[in-house]
């Protein structure tokens, strides 16, 4: 990863303002680390790419307020995010690259990453313990802002790599 690359990095997500600060939100910010996440990533080689573009499955009702739906067509490491909700935890996940599992679906979590855990899909959620439990990556409020954990083991079985920048970012990195 170059060194623009890299502070870009740092300024996305260690420079987020406070939650409410300035009119942003606590799931705005979130949202912001999911886009971030897609960004920075990386897939395997030979990951289908729907023209060119990334999928972001959102399941659950209202997760994060809506603030993830205000992502569908932006820009994540060259390819453009199109974001698809899912209410219902039983729909096929199978076209996702990513997937940001709502608070809503707490008590099918795990049989969800359970049946993505063989395909290269980058889970996420602000559900306490998701990532210590075998999500990618957990989305968490503490001392006053929103931080990130790491499942090493899950992501590498989903045959995806963080860059070790992002990885010391993150609070807690699971499976080393």
């Not at 996305?12 to 920075?40: D, H, I, R, T």
């Not at 959102?58 to 994540?76: C, M, Q």
Request: glycine share 8%.
């Amino acid at each position: 990863m170059n060194l623009i690359r890299y502070f870009s990095l740092m300024l996305l997500l260690v420079w987020l303002p406070p939650c409410q600060a300035g009119g942003v939100s606590e799931n705005q910010v979130k949202s912001a680390y999911v886009l971030n996440f897609a960004k920075f990533v990386e897939w395997p080689a030979g990951t289908a790419w729907d023209d060119n573009k990334a999928t972001l499955c959102v399941v659950g009702r209202n997760v994060l307020g809506g603030a993830l739906l205000e992502l569908d067509g932006r820009k994540a490491g060259g390819r453009e995010l199109r974001v698809v909700q899912h209410e219902n935890a039983n729909d096929n996940l199978s076209g996702c690259q990513l997937v940001f599992i709502g608070e809503s679906e707490r008590q099918r979590a795990a049989a969800i990453v359970a049946t993505l855990a063989d395909s290269s899909v980058l889970t996420i959620s602000d559900i306490e313990d998701f990532a210590e439990k075998g999500g990618c990556i957990g989305l968490l409020y503490r001392e006053n802002k929103i931080v990130f954990e790491v499942n090493l083991a899950s992501s590498k079985k989903s045959r995806l790599r963080f860059p070790s920048q992002l990885l010391s970012l993150a609070s807690n990195v699971f499976g080393k």
